[in-house]
């Protein structure tokens, strides 16, 4: 077993998904669920500073979830010699002539709560009764990479066994889960360079839309303009006009926007509507809804523009006009 390997392997997987996740955030997705209250409370008063706290709030509170996917579930198959597992709630089976051992990994146990307990009771008990012909004595366990946890019995009738424990049991090493560490070496900081480099690329391209979308000319955040985004009344329909349009190069399209409440109640091209569109190359969008095809577009393309207002979405399509 080559564990310096293994590790390097678990660790490049690791950066992966957590760069991806930064490349798939959605700001106003994610502004949807802040406290714009808060903020103004401390004493926010810049653009980026909201931006960088909503991006490291992304991050961290996946990393925990990616780091036990990534990193401690491949590195616990992979020294244990047992084999993956081919159940729900169970992640590697360890078996012999008298033994039927099953293993769910978790990264750490804080976020083991009692309802999660019972269903990884029945998804254990879901197991034993699928071999229960083989005669064995059946084995649940759920090990976490890190912490400390009893080796008995719960109550929900499966072992808890973290950190060097959970280690040694795998390995029959107590020192394994500090040489998991020494084989991380440097790589951790090779790392760390692409993965801030996304970051920074995201903070900036986030930083400019919660600019154009949320800020006065002069820079200042419009928190009446957020808190109508966050927490305002929601529309039951938002209608958009046209739905789809195709323009030559240069040319510009101003849409028609209306969030409807109900019969007696809409309200037409609404001050908080704010417009997006990821085919960056295609079209321009300007903070009052003014798309403008660039002359750079390729003649035939076509870009989908995201119109939101009142917790509405509506999605319309541009088509950029093929040469004759």
Same mark, same amino acid.
């Given at each position: 077993?080559?564990?310096?390997?293994?590790?390097?392997?678990?660790?490049?997987?690791?950066?992966? +998904?957590? &760069?991806?996740?930064?490349?798939?955030?959605?700001?106003?997705?994610?502004?949807?669920?802040?406290?714009?209250?808060?903020?103004?409370?401390?004493?926010?008063?810049?653009?980026?500073?909201?931006?960088?706290? *909503?991006?490291?709030?992304?991050?961290?509170?996946?990393?925990?979830?990616?780091?036990?996917?990534?990193?401690?579930?491949?590195?616990?198959?992979?020294?244990?010699?047992?084999?993956?597992?081919?159940?729900?709630?169970?992640?590697?089976? *360890?078996?012999?002539?008298?033994?039927?051992?099953?293993?769910?990994?978790?990264?750490?146990?804080?976020?083991?709560?009692?309802?999660?307990?019972?269903?990884?009771?029945?998804?254990?008990?879901?197991?034993? +009764? +699928?071999?229960?012909?083989?005669?064995?004595?059946?084995?649940?366990?759920?090990?976490?990479?890190?912490?400390?946890?009893?080796?008995?019995?719960?109550?929900?009738?499966?072992?808890?066994?973290?950190?060097?424990?959970?280690?040694?049991?795998?390995?029959?090493?107590?020192?394994?889960?500090?040489?998991? *560490?020494?084989?991380?070496?440097?790589?951790?900081?090779?790392?760390? &360079?692409?993965?801030?480099?996304?970051?920074?690329?995201?903070?900036?391209?986030?930083?400019?839309?919660?600019?154009?979308?949320?800020?006065?000319?002069?820079?200042?955040?419009?928190?009446?303009?957020i808190l109508k985004f966050n927490s305002g009344k929601v529309c039951k329909k938002l209608e958009v006009k046209p739905s789809t349009k195709t323009l030559d190069k240069g040319e510009v399209l101003k849409l028609?926007?209306?969030?409807?409440?109900?019969?007696?109640?809409? &309200?037409?091209?609404?001050?908080?509507?704010?417009?997006?569109?990821?085919?960056?190359?295609?079209?321009?969008?300007?903070?009052?809804?003014? *798309?403008?095809?660039?002359?750079?577009?390729?003649?035939?393309?076509?870009?989908?523009?995201?119109? +939101?207002?009142?917790?509405?979405?509506?999605?319309?399509?541009?088509?950029?006009?093929?040469?004759?």
């Open positions: 077993m080559d564990l310096i390997q293994i590790v390097a392997d678990s660790l490049d997987d690791f950066y992966k +998904r957590r &760069i991806n996740k930064v490349n798939t955030l959605e700001l106003k997705e994610a502004l949807k669920g802040k406290n714009p209250y808060l903020y103004k409370a401390l004493g926010v008063e810049k653009a980026d500073d909201i931006v960088k706290d *909503i991006l490291s709030a992304h991050i961290s509170s996946s990393d925990e979830g990616i780091f036990g996917d990534a990193f401690f579930e491949p590195l616990a198959e992979k020294i244990s010699k047992g084999r993956v597992a081919d159940a729900e709630g169970a992640d590697i089976i *360890i078996e012999d002539d008298n033994l039927y051992k099953v293993i769910q990994v978790k990264s750490g146990p804080n976020a083991f709560n009692a309802s999660s307990k019972q269903k990884q009771s029945d998804n254990f008990k879901s197991i034993e +009764r +699928r071999v229960a012909k083989r005669k064995k004595v059946y084995n649940a366990m759920v090990g976490y990479g890190y912490g400390t946890r009893s080796t008995e019995l719960n109550k929900y009738r499966f072992r808890e066994v973290a950190g060097q424990a959970f280690w040694e049991e795998l390995t029959n090493d107590p020192d394994f889960s500090v040489k998991i *560490i020494s084989a991380m070496g440097d790589r951790p900081k090779q790392h760390l &360079i692409e993965y801030q480099k996304a970051f920074d690329t995201a903070l900036d391209s986030f930083t400019k839309e919660f600019i154009d979308d949320f800020c006065f000319d002069d820079g200042t955040i419009n928190w009446n303009k028609d926007v209306v969030a409807v409440f109900s019969e007696d109640e809409q &309200i037409t091209n609404p001050d908080d509507t704010t417009y997006s569109s990821d085919e960056v190359g295609i079209v321009e969008i300007d903070k009052n809804g003014a *798309i403008r095809v660039k002359d750079t577009a390729k003649p035939g393309s076509q870009a989908k523009i995201t119109v +939101r207002s009142f917790g509405g979405k509506k999605t319309i399509t541009v088509k950029v006009k093929k040469a004759r």
